[in-house]
Structure formats: structure tokens, C-alpha cells
């Protein structure tokens, strides 16, 4: 069983310009959510992916968008970047979207986004 | 919206010796979990243990298990015998039991385990 990975690992950019962050869900998962921790804190949740359609949002701007792709596999996109974008961006996968079940999130090991 | 709180920033432990690491929420539903996650210095994330709020039974994991006071909205984690590879940061979270799965976590308390 494939765990989830995320790619790049380390990425440096510039306030102002765009990323994109990959993550690649555990085999049998379809559900994807993004996690934005920054140094010391605990992890915000950005938003959640089912079956290519968002289905859940946090407290983040519209410039904060994302995609799944039919293979589950997702990406984090952040438009013109800001110096307090800078953090650990957790992906989590999950298996259904029922209201019953634990339905644990396995997370990668994350990206980590530096803005200078 | 649910809120987490961990109080405790950080705490210490001597090898073989028992820790608890504590945590509270705010919520005003009746039906939730709640989880504690371990993350290393490798920065990954990992499910120690999960705990139903509709289940009177403290969850239990080797040597790992909680103490669940729903009235209290109290969810503390104790760790017996601790081990060297327990050093890392500890975040409690909360999850609705309706179709999302966000997770919302607490700020962390952060294990050192003293040899």
C-alpha cells in the first residue's frame, strides 16, 4: 500500500509570484484535504477535495485554490504570494465521504514554502 | 466552530516514566471524534489514537490511551513507559462527525523524553 506524497519538499519563492503543490492520496482513497501549518503552530485546514468537487473550505482567500485530478492525486495552488504564506502545507487523504465511520486522515510529509 | 486547546507548550519525561498531555475543546455538537497526532522532527504526521465521543470506553493503543471526559470536554493523552522515539510534538483535533472531515487542532505541546 502506497502511503500519501507530496512534491516538492522544499520550495523557495518570491512575494508576489505563484506555486503549486502536489500531493499524491493512499491507494483506495478519494478524498483529499490541505493542512497549512506555519512554524510552531498547529495545521489550518485550507480545504477538502471529494471526487474532484471542493467540499469544504477554511478561512482562506479565494487565492488559495485547488484541483483533484480523476487518480484522487490533487494540487495546492497559491496566487501572488505573501510573505506569511510561509509554512508547512500538510496533505491528507481519506477513504468515502459518509457520516459514519472514523474515516482517519493519513497525511504526507509535507511541503515546506518559504517566501522571501 | 470548535475550538482545540492544549495548555501545555511543552513537557518533559523520564525514559520508562509515565506523561500526560492534556487538551480541551468547545463544541456544541453531541457526535464527534477526536484524535491525537504525533509529529516528529521528519515532520509527518501520525495517528497515535482516536477516540469516538459516543463511546464511553477510553480509547487504548498499546501504551497509549486517553482519558475522555465528554461533560468536561476534556481529552488528555497518557503515555506509560515512555520511550525515547515518543520525543516529538503532540497535536490533539477535533472532527465533526458530519460529511467534512476537516480537522481542527490544537497549538501543539511538544515531548521531550529524557534519557
Known amino acids: 500500500e502506497t502511503g500519501v506524497t507530496q512534491s516538492p519538499t522544499h520550495l523557495i519563492k518570491t512575494r508576489g509570484q505563484q506555486v503549486t503543490l502536489r500531493c499524491s492520496s493512499q491507494s483506495g482513497h478519494n478524498t483529499v484535504s490541505w493542512y497549512q501549518q506555519a512554524l510552531g503552530q498547529g495545521p489550518q485546514f485550507i480545504f477538502q477535495y471529494y471526487r474532484e468537487e471542493e467540499n469544504g473550505r477554511g478561512n482562506f482567500p479565494p487565492r488559495f485554490s485547488g484541483l483533484q485530478f480523476p487518480n484522487y492525486s490533487s494540487e495546492l495552488n497559491v496566487n501572488a504570494l505573501e510573505l506569511d504564506d510561509s509554512a508547512l502545507y500538510l496533505c491528507a487523504s481519506s477513504s468515502g465521504l459518509a457520516t459514519t465511520g472514523t474515516y482517519e486522515q493519513y497525511f504526507g510529509p509535507g511541503t515546506r514554502l518559504t517566501v522571501t | 466552530a470548535q475550538t482545540v486547546t492544549q495548555s501545555q507548550p511543552e513537557m518533559s519525561v523520564q525514559e520508562a516514566e509515565t506523561v500526560t498531555l492534556s487538551c480541551t475543546y468547545d463544541t456544541s455538537e453531541s457526535d464527534y471524534y477526536l484524535f491525537w497526532y504525533k509529529q516528529p522532527p521528519s515532520r509527518q504526521m501520525i495517528l497515535v489514537i482516536r477516540?469516538?465521543?459516543?463511546?464511553?470506553q477510553n480509547a487504548t493503543e498499546n501504551r497509549f490511551s486517553v482519558n475522555f471526559q465528554k461533560a468536561a470536554k476534556s481529552f488528555s493523552l497518557k503515555i506509560s513507559d515512555s520511550q525515547l522515539g515518543d520525543a516529538a510534538m503532540y497535536f490533539c483535533?477535533?472532527?465533526?462527525?458530519?460529511?467534512?472531515?476537516?480537522?481542527?487542532f490544537g497549538s501543539g505541546t511538544q515531548l521531550t523524553v529524557l534519557p
Open positions: 483535533a477535533y472532527r465533526s462527525s458530519g460529511s467534512a472531515r476537516q480537522l481542527t
Open positions: 477516540q469516538e465521543a459516543y463511546k464511553q
